[in-house]
């Protein structure tokens, strides 16, 4: 069916529990791939599932988290500083409106812990390639936003302008039948003005239990944070090598505990078992003349195997765009700022990108959400509504120093400001400017 013969039918109620039906099961092979996804970033990988052809074999199962590394590395250089959020002060003429609607929004990021909520929904995309994120008005009446896992939600939009017309969020809930609680999926379909709930019976339909409810937003509240064009997480295209890198180190393993387990090789003597229980004690051995003992081991070829853990792990970094912190031509001490930053090119190319897709998203949000605030009575243009990225990196301030020196009195102070990396908010740094100029004396323009 096309976008707009779903919207309808779904508006009409007509034939809504096979769309359902059809577009979960379009939806199941992605969101199938995702929980796996996911459930590798916290753990259950491959090489914890391996099985020796010959049980008596040591079978070492040591899992190397680069999934984990890299995912948090990401995360945590593009949010480890927490997103900015401020308004433009120039598009006001009006001083109260515009402490009325800073303050607005100051609240909804507070009751929303949207520092920690973005960290986490910036971690979902990174892992499983998109996030949710669901706007709702609570009991209160404040707008609120809840993380939606990816697995959980997904989108019909229009196929020309490519604007969403359709969301939907489905889960997996108990619900008791006769004697016995049995588990069903409940779906919530958005579209820009309603929320409609329906609930999956036992023969697989969608039954109509709740709406149309208006949502209060006039925009679909759902909205999808993107990874990246392609929905890629960012361990996906590597997921191979750190296989191979966690076999590898295993096989190591497996081979160090069979020489530990070395056979003892007897020639020319026979030995009984309270022997072998006191050579064990005494690590003494009693043997005649014409006797020999020595272990029967393997050469373990070591250098082969580093070589190939490095080039692994130099491939992994490369491939993921992450960086190895822990190397020592990123961490050594002569190391300036400065010179990191040409190191982390890769990861802020990344990082340019996830900017992006994530910025588009914000829009979004708050699009919808001023569709709320203006019913209430505020004045609010999303477009005055600024939000700025900052990256967790060491600050060289000698290097930052000379430059705010060399472009005073060549550009704007707020323009030199956002060159400096230890100052987040710089609509905050302004107006401190201003009050301490404010306060300031200037003692030869004080009359005698």
Not at 268 to 273: H, P, Q, V, W
Not at 424 to 446: C, F, G, H, K, S
């Amino acid at each position: 069916m096309l976008t707009e013969e779903i919207v309808e039918a779904v508006k009409e109620n007509s034939n809504v529990s096979r769309i359902i039906q059809d577009t979960l099961s379009d939806h199941e092979k992605r969101a199938r791939e995702m929980k796996r996804l996911f459930l590798a970033y916290k753990g259950d990988v491959p090489i914890k599932k391996r099985i020796m052809p010959d049980p008596s074999k040591i079978n070492e199962t040591l899992a190397n988290d680069f999934r984990g590394l890299i995912v948090d590395e990401a995360v945590g250089y593009l949010f480890g500083k927490p997103i900015t959020y401020t308004l433009d002060h120039r598009a006001y003429k009006d001083e109260r409106t515009y402490k009325e609607n800073h303050e607005l929004l100051r609240h909804f990021c507070i009751r929303n812990n949207i520092e920690d909520l973005d960290a986490d929904t910036g971690k979902y995309a990174a892992i499983c390639g998109y996030a949710g994120r669901l706007l709702y008005v609570d009991r209160n009446g404040e707008e609120r936003a809840c993380l939606v896992p990816p697995w959980e939600c997904l989108w019909i939009q229009n196929e020309t302008t490519g604007s969403i017309q359709l969301a939907f969020r489905y889960f997996d809930i108990l619900i008791q039948e006769g004697d016995q609680k049995v588990s069903r999926t409940k779906v919530e379909v958005y579209d820009r003005e309603n929320v409609t709930v329906y609930l999956q019976d036992g023969k697989g339909n969608y039954d109509l239990i709740e709406g149309p409810v208006p949502h209060l937003f006039e925009r679909v509240p759902l909205i999808g944070f993107e990874n990246n064009t392609e929905l890629l997480g960012d361990f996906e295209k590597v997921e191979a090598l750190i296989d191979a890198y966690d076999k590898t180190v295993s096989d190591a393993q497996n081979e160090i505990e069979e020489f530990r387990l070395a056979y003892l090789l007897l020639t020319g003597a026979e030995i009984d078992e309270d022997t072998l229980i006191k050579a064990r004690a005494t690590g003494v051995i009693e043997l005649p003349s014409e006797g020999d003992a020595k272990y029967l081991t393997k050469v373990l070829q070591t250098e082969f195997i580093e070589n190939q853990k490095d080039t692994l792990e130099r491939n992994i970094f490369r491939f993921a765009r992450a960086v190895d912190m822990a190397d020592e031509d990123f961490s050594g001490g002569a190391m300036s700022g400065e010179s990191r930053k040409w190191k982390l090119l890769s990861l802020e190319n990344k990082a340019v990108t996830k900017e992006r897709k994530f910025a588009k998203a914000l829009r979004e949000q708050f699009r919808t959400l001023a569709t709320a605030w203006n019913k209430k009575g505020y004045s609010i243009d999303p477009e005055d509504i600024e939000f700025q990225f900052h990256r967790a990196l060491p600050v060289d301030l000698l290097y930052q120093t000379q430059i705010v020196s060399g472009l005073a009195g060549h550009v704007s102070k707020r323009t030199i400001l956002e060159q400096v990396d230890f100052i987040t908010d710089v609509e905050q740094e302004l107006r401190r400017i201003e009050e301490e100029n404010a306060a300031y004396i200037d003692l030869d323009r004080v009359e005698e």
